[in-house]
């Protein structure tokens, strides 16, 4: 009986030793949950923040301004990356938005049928419109009464921002961004022409181009609301280099068929003219919101809401005039 104790005492210790072996060779998944746990809070983001790669383009703290990107970067997209610039992943999904690396659509209108329109404002802003506003007696670039009219009629409307713009009005650009029925688009950061003749504005270098888009959609995604991945060139002037440069931004490019003519002009009656004489289904009327140097167009725009009703035209979002850019033969 001693002898058979013995053995059993012996082989028991022996599994033991089996048992003890195996484990320490063996991958212990409670290691690998906590190396996993230590790699990811490496990586992630300081507390009370948003991982970069989930952030949504929320709306910056009343009062604060939207976070500063220099040019070509990407601070405050931080999900874009050198070779998709000024872009992440929820921007495929915004309206406008193309393959990146192919040619952008150039788009004038939207299709021919039923009766919607598109009521688009520029708000342009150079470096010279903002050096008046820093002198005596500066000027107003932001025409409130426009948004007044258009906000207590609820009408749609599609505003297309510089960057430069946005800066010196962060305020109404906040106010525009919680408006549901307006929606918030691309015209360059500082009104530079993209040709080398456009209207007398300071050409901007090829090399710059690309940078100076994605930075502008940096500036206005923060503040929300209804983005889009639609850009204007200023002066509406672009070719096919201009075009190739921008391919990398997967945007569309939103011309206009009805040219209002409202900058500089001395009487509103003109502009209403030009606009209900070119007016039709799926038309993208081009207007401006920098009040000094459209100084009409607050004036005109009540005429020009009476006579689309009139004509059984209604205003709506340019995404919803627009639809499908793919449906729309584009133009180069």
């Not at 929320?58 to 998709?84: N, Q």
């Not at 021919?112 to 404002?121: E, N, P, Q, S």
């Not at 050409?203 to 500036?219: G, I, K």
């Not at 945007?251 to 007016?279: E, H, M, N």
Request: hydrophobic share 40%; proline share 11%; aromatic share 6%.
């Amino acid at each position: 009986m001693h002898v058979k104790k013995t053995r059993i005492s012996l082989v028991a210790a022996a599994v033991a030793l089996v048992a003890v072996v195996a484990l320490l060779l063996a991958p212990t998944p409670l290691r690998s949950r906590v190396q996993a746990t230590a790699l990811d809070r490496a990586g992630a983001a300081p507390a009370g923040t948003t991982p970069a790669a989930t952030a949504p383009h929320g709306t910056p703290p009343a009062g604060s301004p939207p976070p500063t990107a220099m040019p070509g970067s990407t601070a405050a997209d931080p999900g874009g990356t050198a070779a998709d610039p000024g872009r992440t992943g929820d921007d495929a999904r915004l309206p406008g938005a193309t393959q990146p690396g192919t040619l952008p659509p150039v788009v004038d209108h939207g299709p021919r049928t039923g009766g919607k329109v598109a009521l688009t404002f520029d708000a342009d802003m150079t470096d010279a419109m903002r050096r008046q506003l820093r002198g005596p007696n500066p000027p107003s670039y932001a025409n409130l009464a426009i948004v007044e009219l258009l906000e207590r009629q609820q009408v749609p409307a599609t505003f297309f921002l510089t960057g430069k713009w946005v800066r010196e009005y962060p305020e109404l650009t906040r106010r525009l961004a919680a408006n549901p029925r307006f929606e918030l688009a691309n015209h360059t950061y500082g009104h530079a022409a993209f040709t080398s003749d456009c209207y007398h504005l300071t050409p901007l270098p090829r090399r710059e181009m690309t940078a100076d888009v994605a930075r502008t959609f940096d500036v206005i995604a923060p503040y929300g609301g209804r983005q889009t991945r639609y850009f204007r060139f200023p002066g509406l002037c672009h070719d096919r280099t201009a075009l190739t440069e921008l391919a990398p931004l997967g945007l569309t490019v939103v011309d206009g068929d009805v040219i209002s003519g409202d900058p500089f002009a001395k009487y509103w009656q003109p502009i209403v003219r030009a606009v209900l004489s070119q007016v039709r289904p799926g038309s993208v009327i081009i207007l401006h919101v920098t009040e000094a140097n459209a100084p009409m167009t607050d004036e005109a725009l009540p005429h020009i809401l009476a006579g689309l009703a009139e004509r059984g035209l209604e205003p709506a979002p340019l995404s919803e005039v627009l639809g499908d850019p793919a449906r729309v033969a584009p133009r180069s």
